[in-house]
């Protein structure tokens, strides 16, 4: 069965740099698109960034661009949240999603806790 | 960037009873659109697609409609694992905003 495990995780202070994994299994990795979607304590869903399934395509929120980057490693079956220049209004638990068709988030992690406070 | 709107923000209903939520789009993103549930504590569950489509497993008490600009998901008869917030998203055109979310209560 699918199955997305995010870690990394933690408390950083701002202006900082922390680094999010999804460990992905039960499907062919290099076939899907993934996201990082993050919710803030109390808060809505946030969309942060999508990867395509060959990783040619990446796309990002305008409150995380040039900040994050998001990649995936088709040996590890590992989705990446790279994040620096952290602010205290990207504290949240971050998500990793993968798609159906048409990039639909249609499994779940259970998601991971970031806290940006100095 | 396209903006999602949902209507109403708080939902207050009794089991049984059937509850309509409306998403509206600042633009036209065709039927692109997703419904999502999300209870306590959890990850969100998706539960419709392509604007209309109900994703395996999910009762088919879950329903939705509509296209362009204008989106609806409808419970037609409210059980107790419903009262969740339930949120839209559009996957026309990254970034691919998700809606406010609604909160549907038990009354």
């Known amino acids: 069965q699918v199955q997305l495990v995010e870690s990394g995780g933690g408390v950083v202070q701002p202006g900082n740099s922390l680094a999010l994994s999804c460990a992905a299994s039960g499907f062919s990795f290099m076939n899907y698109a993934m996201h990082w979607v993050r919710q803030a304590p109390g808060k809505g869903l946030e969309w942060v960034a999508l990867i395509s399934y060959d990783a040619s395509k990446k796309y990002y929120a305008d409150s995380v661009k040039g900040r994050f980057t998001i990649s995936k490693d088709g040996s590890k079956n590992t989705m990446y949240l790279q994040m620096s220049g952290l602010r205290a209004e990207d504290t949240a638990v971050y998500f990793c999603?993968?798609?159906?068709?048409?990039?639909?988030?249609?499994?779940w992690g259970h998601g991971t806790l970031v806290a940006v406070s100095s | 960037d396209i903006q999602l709107t949902q209507s109403p923000s708080f939902l207050s209903a009794s089991v049984g009873d059937r509850v309509t939520i409306t998403c509206r789009a600042s633009?036209?993103?065709?039927?692109?659109l997703a419904w999502y549930q999300q209870s306590p504590g959890k990850a969100p569950k998706l539960l419709i697609f392509a604007a209309s489509t109900l994703q395996s497993g999910v009762p088919s008490r879950f329903s939705g409609s509509g296209s362009a600009t204008e989106f609806s998901l409808t419970i037609s008869s409210l059980q107790p694992e419903d009262f969740a917030i339930y949120y839209c998203?559009?996957?026309?055109?990254?970034?691919?905003?998700f809606g406010p979310g609604t909160i549907v209560d038990i009354k």
């Open positions: 999603t993968r798609e159906r068709t048409g990039y639909y988030s249609e499994y």
């Open positions: 633009q036209g993103i065709s039927s692109s």
């Open positions: 998203q559009q996957l026309k055109s990254p970034p691919f905003t």
